[in-house]
């Protein structure tokens, strides 16, 4: 099996973190991976705003049900579209989920942890404001990401059958040869 493969495989979601420090070297990285995920018209969407600031961090804390989370991250990321240089919203959208995604991987690669927000989006007036976000900017999603404390981790997933069809709705995929 390729290392891409088994990274995708491998790639849980993270809640709790070491005191260990993220380096600028694993941020840059995971930043260079989030910016060549693919887009409508290569348009790149996104802006990302990367937060250490302990005091910053305990605000974001705030604007979240999941602020025990946060607080122990010792990276945030908060991932945005570029309302002035998308296309198209939804294809637009799409396309920060890609560079999400490639995020969690690097991740992962890394031997980081990492677990992608969405929650904290009902309050991304409250994030927007704490950020001096501009109005051109809409809050997509916020990682967290630390080291990760060591414990067994497992996820499950529907299987194929469960979620695949072959050439319409309703005739089962085998997979067969």
């Known amino acids: 099996m390729s290392a891409t493969i088994e990274t995708i495989l491998a790639r849980r979601s993270i809640r709790e973190y070491t005191e260990d420090p993220v380096s600028n070297d694993e941020i840059n990285t995971i930043l260079e991976c989030g910016r060549w995920a693919p887009s409508g018209l290569n348009n790149q969407p996104w802006k990302f705003i990367i937060v250490r600031n302990e005091d910053t961090i305990k605000k974001l804390a705030d604007c979240t049900h999941y602020s025990k989370i946060v607080l122990q991250a010792k990276v945030l990321i908060a991932i945005y579209l570029d309302q002035e240089t998308m296309y198209h919203h939804d294809k637009d959208v799409l396309a920060i989920g890609a560079s999400i995604q490639n995020m969690l991987l690097a991740c992962e690669d890394l031997g980081l942890g990492a677990v992608w927000l969405g929650e904290i989006l009902k309050k991304s007036e409250q994030v927007n404001d704490l950020l001096e976000v501009p109005e051109s900017l809409e ?39």
Request: a negative charge; hydrophobic letters at 30%.
């Open 139 to 177: 809050l997509m999603a916020v990682l967290a990401i630390g080291h990760p404390v060591e414990k067994e981790r497992s996820s499950t997933r529907k299987t194929i059958d469960e979620i695949t069809f072959n050439e319409k709705y309703g005739e089962k995929w085998t997979g067969e040869n």
